[in-house]
Nanobody, 129 residues
Framework: QVQLVESGGDLVQPGGSLKLSCQAT????????IGWFRQAPGKEREGVSC????????YYADSAEDRFAISRDNVKKTIYLQMSNLKTEDTAVYYC??????????????????????WGQGTQVTVSS
């Protein structure tokens, strides 16, 4: 059974940094692409970043603004999202999901999840002074 478990969410001040982790277990093949998504109160869930199964390719939504960095350790079966220079508008529940991909539409990059992917339960990130 596929399971994704996020951790690392916290309350952080504007301008601060935070590193999220996603533990991925139960996959039937070696490596899946894994992505990070977030949902702010009253807004739709949006993709932030996606990393290929072997970790050689990374993709970011335009909204990531070069402040986020995704990485993975396949030995530990863990995917990370390093967030820096956090802003109040980054406040959201952050989810990881499997089977993500990059979609470009009208010159804008979006991170999507396929219908076959799974979601984690989410971790709360609050950016506030």
């Amino acid at each position: 059974q596929v399971q994704l478990v996020e951790s690392g969410g916290d309350l952080v001040q504007p301008g601060g940094s935070l590193k999220l982790s996603c533990q991925a277990t139960g996959f039937t093949r070696d490596y899946y692409s894994i992505g990070w998504f977030r949902q702010a109160p009253g807004k739709e869930r949006e993709g932030v970043s996606c990393i290929s199964g072997d970790g050689t390719s990374t993709y970011y939504a335009d909204s990531a603004e070069d402040r986020f960095a995704i990485s993975r350790d396949n030995v530990k079966k863990t995917i990370y999202l390093q967030m820096s220079n956090l802003k109040t508008e980054d406040t959201a529940v952050y989810y990881c999901a499997s089977d993500c991909f990059l979609e470009r539409r009208s010159g804008i990059s979006y991170i999507r999840k396929s219908d076959f992917g799974s979601w984690g339960q989410g971790t709360q990130v609050t950016v506030s002074s």
